[in-house]
């Protein structure tokens, strides 16, 4: 944390420029709604709630470029938010957890989730593995919109 404290936020380009914050934020928030949709049509389907036609290992196959594109956005945009004010971002629990839960959320999807889907996994295990998904990354959302709030 020492790190940034010394940091000007003053000559950050995202609070210099009227539109460099939002248009920012928007795109943050385009790469997690792809992203993020697209894993959660995934457990959907390991749900047995919907897409019933597709296989979830398809699904998976079929939105792995659209989840990849969205969370690169969102990692990509992420940093650069951060930088407008860094040691607001550290010092915010709210921050903290988001961080903690992206990380948890994106191991465990490319781990056992992939591995659960394309197995093509039924009953217990895939319901499990889909409702742990939905929570990790319902937290990461809850977690980015109290950040405003703590």
Request: with cysteine.
């Amino acid at each position: 944390m020492a790190l940034f404290l010394a940091y000007d936020v003053a000559n950050n380009p995202l609070n210099t420029n009227e539109w460099a914050f939002p248009v920012c934020e928007v795109l943050h928030i385009l790469g997690f709604a792809v992203g993020i949709g697209t894993i959660t049509m995934v457990d959907l389907r390991l749900l047995g709630i919907g897409l019933k036609k597709e296989s979830a290992a398809d699904l998976w196959k079929g939105t792995f470029a659209w989840t990849l594109a969205g969370l690169a956005l969102a990692l990509i945009t992420g940093p650069l938010i951060f930088s407008s004010d860094p040691n607001m971002y550290l010092r915010n629990a709210s921050f903290r957890f988001k961080l903690t839960a992206l990380a948890l959320a994106i191991i465990y999807n490319y781990t056992i989730h992939r591995w659960v889907a394309l197995k093509q996994a039924s009953g217990a295990l895939a319901v499990l593995t889909g409702v742990i998904s939905l929570v990790l990354w319902a937290s990461v959302i809850f977690g980015g919109i109290f950040i405003a709030f703590v």
